[in-house]
């Protein structure tokens, strides 16, 4: 019997010809992503200097400044950018589809949710504004368009005195947010520079690098999933010290129970993944015992609002329109085509959703979703996972 690979519907998922998944679905063997980042460097280059901490509270800085070194699955990272589909701006799992939340974003690397669109200013003179932050110029081959050099970064702020004065801690300050934008947030393929002013393309077919927050991808799906995390063996919620919840993951690890790092085996646990293997609400229990800068934007969690980050605005509608994945920095107008967006975020608290809370597996509420949602998705990776999941889907019927 043929596998019936989806979607029945074609109309949401438009660019599946150029997505990674028809790659994996007749070779099994695609490698993993290259996945590119720098937070180890970071923490060799420039030191966390404890002068600086009141500076990181105060930018909101802080819980990712102490998230530290986690390492990164390169074949789970793979698994699930083949699940990303920069048509809706979800992950498509066989129950429905996934996504980052505000609430995710802020419990696990502290970062605000509830603050200004980050769009930024464009400069013809990058020079003259490192001058005003850094107080010094950087040589010109040390910065390209809009991107600074890392390691020119690194050298040049190495090491903070304990007698200096707070102009000179600002200074600091700065050049250890720019590396730790540049070795996370906005990590670029290169990993040697950061730029002074993404999952969709990583989607598509051949590319095998990615620079991308990937630590929050990877931490968010081992609290959602725990089919695909690995066993701690020393941390727990209380012995955070007043830091993000995701850095309880810089811990030891036992692996006895989980493939990790075999990315044709998180292909096929996502294939057969059941609603039940799922944690919903993986906060329920320690929210209330985090740091307050985990939960400062938790009445707007629910916003029904556009995501901005300067060229890059997801509406709020579901289905994400072609154009949108047409503009990036070069585009010369492109702060002018989000402008509505901002203001709409800027009004973010007036689109909040309410109502009852809805029990989970309800079917009066999910039915009519799940019946869209497996019209217009692809269900499954594999070849084995469909076969696997049609042939339990009989026995259930059975």
């Not at 809805?358 to 594999?382: A, G, P, R």
Request: glycine share 4%; with cysteine; net charge neutral.
């Amino acid at each position: 019997m043929a596998l019936n690979r989806g979607p029945i519907d074609p109309d949401v998922l438009y660019d599946q010809n150029i997505h990674q998944l028809e790659t994996v679905w007749d070779d099994r063997n695609t490698p993993e992503i290259n996945c590119r980042r720098r937070e180890a460097v970071v923490q060799r280059t420039i030191p966390l200097h404890r002068n600086i901490l009141p500076l990181l509270r105060a930018s909101r800085f802080y819980g990712l400044a102490r998230l530290g070194f986690i390492q990164l699955d390169w074949h789970l990272i793979t698994a699930l950018l083949e699940r990303w589909r920069p048509e809706t701006h979800t992950f498509h799992m066989p129950v429905g589809e996934c996504i980052i939340t505000l609430q995710d974003v802020e419990v696990l690397v502290g970062l605000p949710a509830d603050n200004e669109p980050v769009i930024g200013q464009m400069h013809d003179d990058w020079l003259h504004v490192c001058q005003e932050l850094l107080v010094v110029i950087p040589p010109p081959e040390q910065i390209r368009g809009q991107r600074l050099s890392l390691t020119w970064l690194g050298a040049e702020f190495h090491e903070l005195a304990n007698d200096v004065d707070e102009e000179t801690i600002t200074r600091y300050a700065r050049a250890y947010i720019l590396q730790l934008m540049g070795g996370s947030i906005f990590a670029d393929k290169s990993t040697r520079y950061v730029h002074i002013i993404q999952l969709c393309k990583a989607s598509k077919q051949g590319v095998r690098e990615i620079a991308e927050p990937l630590i929050l991808l990877q931490i968010w799906a081992w609290e959602r999933f725990p089919i695909v995390a690995p066993q701690l063996l020393h941390v727990n919620a209380n012995q955070l010290h007043g830091r993000a919840y995701g850095s309880r993951w810089r811990d030891q690890f036992c692996v006895a129970r989980s493939a990790t790092h075999v990315v044709s085996q998180y292909r096929y646990m996502f294939d057969l993944l059941q609603p039940s293997q799922i944690v919903w609400e993986p906060y329920k229990t320690v929210i209330d015992s985090l740091p307050h800068f985990c939960t400062n934007g938790h009445d707007i969690w629910r916003t029904i609002s556009p995501l901005i980050c300067f060229y890059i605005a997801v509406p709020r509608d579901c289905n994400t329109k072609p154009l949108l994945h047409n503009i990036d920095l070069r585009t010369a107008d492109w702060s002018d085509r989000v402008a509505h967006l901002v203001m709409r975020w800027h009004n973010r608290r007036r689109f909040t959703a309410t109502g009852p809370p809805i029990e989970l597996f309800d079917m009066n509420v999910t039915q009519e979703y799940i019946h869209w949602y497996k019209n217009i998705s692809k269900l499954y990776i594999t070849q084995p996972g469909a076969a696997m999941s049609h042939l339990r889907s009989n026995n259930i019927r059975l």
